[in-house]
């Protein structure tokens, strides 16, 4: 349990953010050698989240230097509030950031753009009990204690969706805001909750330590759980470099999906746990389609509808998608009719 805690304290709410600096030149302007556009990335709790993958693979494969684009570092940063505001500030070009956040920055006034999907899935997130719990099948949940990570996050958008697809009404339970993964389970052991989320690699890796209520991605598919925001200098001034980073991504998502395997144990060697938890997760992702550039209407309208649920996106107030939504990077088929998207009207 040692071990579940320590990796879990650095997953927390189960959303990663990155962001893209150009080195020593800001706002993604071309640095180095030969035509490569040279960058750094920050990843919230990289490297042990599955999101955290095709950036693993990427670079390790060298598809992203293949497009132009070399990888000087990835840091793991420390959350997604951080990386929104810097790049707004100018001083990152990129933040793959929760799609809630994004949509949220952008109603309060933030210039920014959603450039790309990148995972449109909650296909990483389990809801589990102890080994002892009476509790044998969702339907159970009626009535208990539910934790979920913080307000906002991915955590709660994928309980609250899922409740209702069980045909259990949310406030026939108690929601439990935990503060983090970690201290879910937490309550969970101490009897504070009757049930909490678990995300990969953990899951795959201790999943024997608990008793698996349900697969998120079993009641609800398609969740916008992740998006990349670009910064509107970056798009206006460096429209290439955009493309090229989308690009390197959908080609490293690529041959997850054609490699799963060997992926895995990329994964299982940056997150430091066992080769076959890591090809464990890996395999979940890739069944769940659990990366891509895309931009799913079903996915996002999940998303939306799942802040309206959680009360962090107020009736009426409008979604502007054609203002938030710039699809001029994506191929055609990986863009989806505006029209189609929830506006919250």
């Given amino acids: ?51 955290s993958l095709p950036y693993q693979v ?44 994004a949509i949220q920055a952008y109603l309060t006034g933030a210039p920014i753009s959603i450039v790309s999907g990148t995972v449109p899935s909650v296909a990483d997130s389990y809801y589990v009990t102890t080994k002892d719990s009476p509790i044998q099948r969702p339907e159970d949940l009626t009535g208990k204690r539910l934790a979920y990570s913080n307000p906002g996050s991915n955590t709660q958008i994928a309980l609250l969706l899922s409740l209702e697809e069980l045909g259990i009404d949310p406030t026939s339970v108690n929601l439990v805001a935990a503060g983090g993964l970690s201290e879910g389970l937490t309550l969970l052991n101490e009897g504070n909750v009757d049930a909490a989320p678990l995300l990969e690699p953990v899951y795959s890796d201790q999943r024997q330590d608990w008793k698996t209520i349900y697969h998120f991605s079993d009641y609800v598919p398609k969740v916008q759980a992740t998006v990349l925001i670009a910064n509107p200098r970056v798009v206006e001034e460096n429209p290439e470099l955009v493309r090229s980073f989308i690009r390197a991504y959908q080609k490293s998502v690529d041959w997850i999906y054609q490699n799963p395997e060997e992926a895995g144990r990329i994964f299982a060697k ?24 895309a931009i799913y209407p079903e996915a996002i309208n999940n998303t939306v509808k799942g802040m309206r649920m959680a009360a962090i996106l107020e009736e009426g107030e409008e979604i502007d998608w054609e203002g938030l939504l710039n699809q001029d990077f994506l191929p055609e088929d990986k863009r989806a009719d505006i029209s189609a998207l929830d506006s919250n009207k």
């Fill in 1 to 51: 349990m040692k071990k579940t805690s320590q990796l879990l304290g650095i997953l927390l709410a189960g959303i990663i953010t990155f962001a893209v600096a150009a080195c020593g030149q800001g706002g993604g302007a071309p640095s180095g050698q030969g035509g490569q556009q040279e960058i750094q990335i920050a990843v919230t709790h990289y490297p042990v989240v599955l999101h």
């Fill in 270 to 293: 940056n997150a430091k746990v066992a080769e076959e938890a890591g090809i464990s997760a890996v395999n979940a992702g890739v069944k769940a389609e659990f990366w891509d550039t």
């Fill in 58 to 101: 990427g670079k390790e494969r060298g598809i992203f230097k293949e497009e132009g684009v070399k990888i000087d570092r990835i840091i793991s940063s420390s959350g997604g509030g951080t990386t929104v505001r810097s790049v707004l500030a100018g001083e990152l070009a990129f933040g793959d950031v929760a799609a809630p956040a």
